[in-house]
Nanobody, 124 residues
């Protein structure tokens, strides 16, 4: 089992940057692929980015490609989401999730564990 805790959210002006962290506890963190999802008020949860167990494969939603970078440090049991050139439409609660498989997925229902989320607000 894996427990996930997100941090790093906050309020930033458009064009600014934030780095989110997803700290994991539990066994065999390196066996999990990790995804970042976000949910804005009144909208469904949507995929943002994911990373394979060793960081060798990454996937990004079109809406964040070129602005967000996902990375992981298995020695620290942590996955990061560097968010640059933030836009007001990036405002949402950001969640990290873990999936006990080697293949990436954009589907929330395919993830086994979720964090509690961290709020990101971007002002115009």
């Amino acid at each position: 089992q894996v427990q996930l805790v997100e941090s790093g959210g906050g309020l930033v002006q458009a064009g600014g940057s934030l780095r989110l962290s997803c700290a994991a506890s539990g066994r065999s963190f390196s066996n999990y692929m990790i995804g970042w999802f976000r949910q804005a008020p009144g909208k469904e949860r949507e995929f943002a980015a994911s990373i394979s167990w060793n960081g060798g494969v990454k996937d990004y939603a079109e809406s964040v490609k070129g602005r967000f970078t996902i990375s992981r440090d298995n020695a620290k049991n942590t996955v990061y989401l560097q968010m640059n050139s933030l836009k007001p439409e990036d405002t949402a609660i950001y969640y990290c999730a873990a999936r006990s498989t080697y293949s990436l997925s954009r589907v929330p229902e395919r993830y086994d564990y979720w964090g509690q989320g961290t709020q990101v607000s971007v002002s115009s």
